[in-house]
T-cell receptor, first 114, second 110 residues
Framework: GNSVTQMEGPVTLSEEAFLTINCTYTATGYPSLFWYVQYPGEGLQLLLK?????DKGSNKGFEATYRKETTSFHLEKGSVQVSDSAVYFC?????????????FGKGTKLTVNP | GAGVSQTPSNKVTEKGKYVELRCDPI?????LYWYRQSLGQGPEFLIY????????DSGLPNDRFFAVRPEGSVSTLKIQRTERGDSAVYLC????????FGPGTRLTVL
């Protein structure tokens, strides 16, 4: 079945540092890939997505590129801020005609210190 | 416009009791999903509705869990004879190509 493996945390960075959170997946067909973010005390929010190979999703300075050859969707940001402290989840949605459910990784907690 | 709403935000119950959790999806969304998130884990799929019918209930852990969506909008997740292991945050989402999540209901079974 479909699965997502993401870098385990916690990750602690200083403000303005470069961020990478690794995510790899296993899926049949052509899934869509997502990053969701959960800020402290809040619900899951969509951060960015990509629906086909070589697509790049971007939002709020975060980027991730759908790499079919390496089955990866790593999240990056060039300069993190204290306000980026949150838990980040990589997720996969199976291709059309398959399951409509999202499959999530376990989450990576990011703490950014001033 | 309004997002997905869930009530109650917190529910504390005793082992063996019955609980109902409500989800109000984004207006017009025919697809609705329930997930469960345990502490330190990612959300896990429970059930998916397309309109009024459950299109995929493969994630329901056992027959104590049941969900309905009688008019194709609001959905209720029902848990009978609650157990301590049912304690988690129950998330609802709506949408098709992109799923938008509600704030969740934190269920604590004492």
């Amino acid at each position: 079945g479909n699965s997502v493996t993401q870098m385990e945390g916690p990750v602690t960075l200083s403000e303005e540092a470069f961020l990478t959170i690794n995510c790899t997946y296993t899926a049949t067909g052509y899934p869509s890939l997502f990053w969701y973010v959960q800020y402290p005390g809040e619900g899951l929010q969509l951060l960015l997505k990509a629906t086909k190979a070589d697509d790049k999703g971007s939002n709020k300075g975060f980027e991730a590129t759908y790499r079919k050859e390496t089955t990866s969707f790593h999240l990056e940001k060039g300069s993190v801020q204290v306000s980026d402290s949150a838990v980040y989840f990589c997720a996969l949605l199976g291709s059309r005609g398959g399951s409509e459910k999202l499959v999530f990784g376990k989450g990576t907690k990011l703490t950014v210190n001033p | 416009g309004a997002g997905v709403s869930q009530t109650p935000s917190n529910k504390v119950t005793e082992k063996g009791k019955y609980v109902e959790l409500r989800c109000d999806p984004i207006s017009g969304h025919t697809a609705l999903y329930w997930y469960r998130q345990s502490l330190g884990q990612g959300p896990e799929f429970l059930i998916y509705f397309q309109g009024t019918g459950a299109a995929d209930d493969s994630g329901l852990p056992n027959d104590r869990f049941f969900a309905v969506r009688p008019e194709g909008s609001v959905s209720t997740l029902k848990i009978q004879r609650t157990e301590r292991g049912d304690s988690a945050v129950y998330l609802c989402a709506s949408g098709v190509n992109t799923q938008y999540f509600g704030p969740g209901t934190r269920l604590t079974v004492l």
